[in-house]
């Protein structure tokens, strides 16, 4: 059965790095990896998205090998505003091309 | 604020009842995508709309359907509802710049609609 996963909570002090790993083992060839954060009782915002090798932006970093099977999420430098859940979001194969959320990592930053 | 919007925000029914969500993607967006996240499902993909056409097929149940018009917004309809639909229900859209791909740009979500089966 295709799945992605990821782990289910980690806790952070503020000014940490934090990095998120998500497994997508039967990963589709063509579409992209997106990473999305939730706030309670809200919809998902996107974070970053990519395909392969780094993607960078103003407010993370996206590592995909070139196997695909895995990506990892990176926060610089968390702050107690990012206390959120992070998903991972893949296409995979089995069964036709599935559009899958990760589990969620529930990221909790404390001073 | 995302730009997408749903109703209603909230929605108590009984089981056996029928019921309509509706979305409203961002402006110039094509792609509508609905999800159901529950506790003990997380966040399900149900289905994609591209342009008032199918473009892809999640977890959907046959109790379910949705449908994108012609101006773009989208309804989800649930049927003879059962206790286990009670989740939120969350639309998202997208540019849908590259059709060629099920997830090819940033998607934007609503606030999603409560739904609650007693």
């Known amino acids: 059965l295709a799945k992605t996963t990821q782990p289910i909570s980690m806790d952070s002090y503020e000014g940490q790095e934090v990095n998120i790993t998500c497994s997508h083992n039967n990963i589709a060839t063509n579409d992209y990896i997106t990473w999305y954060q939730q706030f309670p009782s809200q919809g998902p915002r996107f974070i970053i998205q990519g395909y392969k090798t780094k993607v960078t932006n103003e407010v993370a970093s996206l590592f995909i090998p070139a196997d695909r099977k895995s990506s990892t999420l990176s926060l610089p430098r968390v702050s107690l505003s990012d206390t959120a859940v992070y998903y991972c979001l893949a296409i995979l194969t089995g069964g036709g091309n599935k559009l899958t959320f990760g589990t969620g990592t529930q990221l909790k930053v404390e001073l | 604020d995302s730009g997408v919007t749903q109703t209603p925000k909230h929605l108590i029914t009984a089981t056996g009842q029928r019921v309509t969500l509706r979305c409203s993607p961002r402006?110039?967006?094509?792609?509508v995508y609905w999800y159901q996240q529950s506790l003990d499902q997380g966040l399900q993909f149900l289905i994609q709309?591209?342009?008032?056409?199918?473009?892809a097929k999640g977890n959907i149940l046959e109790r379910f359907s949705a449908q994108q018009f012609p101006d773009l917004h989208s309804e989800l309809n649930l049927s003879s509802l059962e206790l286990g639909d009670s989740a939120l229900y969350f639309c998202?859209?997208?540019?849908?710049?590259?059709?060629?791909?099920?997830?090819?740009?940033?998607?934007?979500f609503g606030p999603g609609t409560r739904l609650t089966v007693l």
């Open positions: 402006s110039g967006d094509l792609s």
């Open positions: 998202a859209s997208s540019v849908g710049r590259e059709p060629e791909r099920i997830v090819d740009n940033e998607q934007f």
């Open positions: 709309y591209y342009n008032g056409e199918e473009r």
